[in-house]
T-cell receptor
Framework: DAKTTQPPSMDCAEGRAANLPCNHS???????VYWYRQIHSQGPQYIIH???NNETNEMASLIITEDRKSSTLILPHATLRDTAVYYC?????????????FGKGTHLIIQP | SQTIHQWPATLVQPVGSPLSLECTVE??????LYWYRQAAGRGLQLLFY??????ISSEVPQNLSASRPQDRQFILSSKKLLLSDSGFYLC????????????FGNGTRLTVT
């Protein structure tokens, strides 16, 4: 799996958009970008994943640069409940069952 | 819809005692199943994964073992716990197939004393 680099922490004001960056400059062509978050003392929660195109779901949007070397997760209207550690992972299971490798992530703190 | 259950939520065990943590998945068939551990202040570490009944792959050699006696049941065990086994144990499942996201349970917080 390609290595990803994320800032260790970020702050965002409640109600504003939270933009979480991730660098994955060594990503290979068949690796997807996954985002998960982990609220304190809970299991990680899947947010979104994508390969090349931008993706959007009810939780967030994922913007992947054209060269795929970086991406941004966007929480459009952050709430206090979005305070969590956010993990960006570059991964291709290749049809097998290899598990994801989690790094240290970004601790996002939503300020009231 | 699919759900994943882990129990117990918390557990305190003495050093040298056995361990059995259970995970079950509902609402899906033939899932891939995973056990992760998160030590205090550290990242998630993949311990075991399984693609089917009786099929277990180990990522990290240690005094833990895993078994999958039924399609949607995954068990993590130890014969003799060590202090270093303390941590947050998470079970996860995914649909069989490439690049399916993992879905995690709420975990078991194990303290070995």
């Amino acid at each position: 799996d390609a290595k990803t680099t994320q800032p260790p922490s970020m702050d965002c004001a409640e109600g504003r958009a939270a933009n979480l960056p991730c660098n994955h400059s060594t990503i290979s062509g068949n690796e997807y970008v996954y985002w998960y978050r982990q609220i304190h003392s809970q299991g990680p929660q899947y947010i979104i994943h994508g390969l090349k195109n931008n993706e959007t779901n009810e939780m967030a949007s994922l913007i992947i640069t054209e060269d795929r070397k970086s991406s941004t997760l966007i929480l459009p209207h952050a709430t206090l409940r979005d305070t969590a550690v956010y993990y960006c992972i570059a991964f291709n299971s290749g049809g097998g069952a290899d598990g994801l490798t989690f790094g240290k992530g970004t601790h996002l703190i939503i300020q009231p | 819809s699919q759900t994943i259950h882990q129990w117990p939520a918390t557990l305190v065990q003495p050093v040298g005692s056995p361990l059995s943590l259970e995970c079950t998945v509902e609402g899906t068939s033939n899932p891939n199943l995973y056990w992760y551990r998160q030590a205090a202040g550290r990242g998630l570490q993949l311990l075991f994964y399984s693609v089917g009944i009786g099929q277990i792959s180990s990522e990290v050699p240690q005094n833990l073992s895993a078994s999958r006696p039924q399609d949607r049941q995954f068990i993590l065990s130890s014969k003799k716990l060590l202090l270093s086994d303390s941590g947050f144990y998470l079970c996860a499942w995914s649909v069989r197939g490439p690049n399916s996201p993992l879905h995690f349970g709420n975990g078991t917080r194990l303290t070995v004393t």
